[in-house]
Antibody, heavy 121, light 107 residues
Framework: QVPLVQSGAEVKKPGASVKVSCKAS????????ISWVRQATGQGLEWMGW????????AYAQKFQGRVTLTRNTSISTAYMELRSLRSDDTAVYYC??????????????WGQGTLVTVSS | DIQMTQSPSSVSASVGDRVTIACRAS??????LAWYQQKPGKAPKLLIY???SLQSGVPSRFSGSGSGTDFTLTISSLQPEDFATYYC?????????FGQGTRLEIK
């Protein structure tokens, strides 16, 4: 059973929004934090934000403030990342990643398989 | 934000070699450091957390050390499956930040 399964690839036009889902299984969804990390082709890892699925509390990287929203639906053990006002440089693979330990931590394991978001006119 | 700087950016080595990758934080982060391995087309894999704790299932040839601002990842005897890109990550405070990556290539 794969712990985190993400939604499929998306192609969006500049200015549009995208919402990526991350469905958890095999553990208690509300017991572990979830972060979102993205990676442009050939580039490094960039943290976007964090969510506590139990409380719904969030924290975002300053770079994405106002453009990204992390939410969850606890009834279906799914986390969501919505990114608005897409630009070409938002083209990347987007990953969800779970906190490793029950305690609030930001060691990421496991990771979802990644969702490619392509922004192109 | 805490900046994480890895060195070298790339390294060539042979099977059986010992390899060390360094990571420096722009300010002290205690022991709040992790290392990941990433292979092309795959999600990163957690190798080490809290500076030196080996994640379950990770071979013991991987080890981590350091504290404060300077950290190292050591692979004691390279295996063919170890050729990949490695990232350090600080978990001391938001925003979480990663190093730029070190590409480990076959010599």
């Amino acid at each position: 059973q794969v712990p985190l399964v993400q939604s499929g690839a998306e192609v969006k036009k500049p200015g549009a929004s995208v919402k990526v889902s991350c469905k958890a299984s095999g553990y208690t969804f509300t017991s572990y934090d979830i972060s979102w990390v993205r990676q442009a082709t050939g580039q490094g890892l960039e943290w976007m934000g964090w969510m506590n699925p139990n409380s719904g509390n969030t924290a975002y990287a300053q770079k994405f403030q106002g453009r990204v929203t992390l939410t969850r639906n606890t009834s279906i053990s799914t986390a969501y990342m919505e990114l608005r006002s897409l630009r070409s440089d938002d083209t990347a693979v987007y990953y969800c990643a779970r906190g490793l330990l029950l305690a609030a931590d930001n060691w990421f394991d496991p990771w979802g398989q990644g969702t490619l978001v392509t922004v192109s006119s | 934000d805490i900046q994480m700087t890895q060195s070298p950016s790339s390294v060539s080595a042979s099977v059986g070699d010992r390899v060390t990758i360094a990571c420096r934080a722009s300010q002290g982060i205690g022991s709040w450091l992790a290392w990941y391995q990433q292979k092309p087309g795959k999600a990163p894999k957690l190798l080490i957390y809290a500076t030196s704790s080996l994640q379950s299932g990770v071979p013991s040839r991987f080890s981590g050390s350091g504290s404060g601002t300077d950290f190292t990842l050591t692979i004691s005897s390279l295996q063919p499956e170890d050729f990949a890109t490695y990232y350090c990550q600080q978990a001391n405070s938001f925003p979480i930040t990663f190093g730029q990556g070190t590409r480990l290539e076959i010599k």
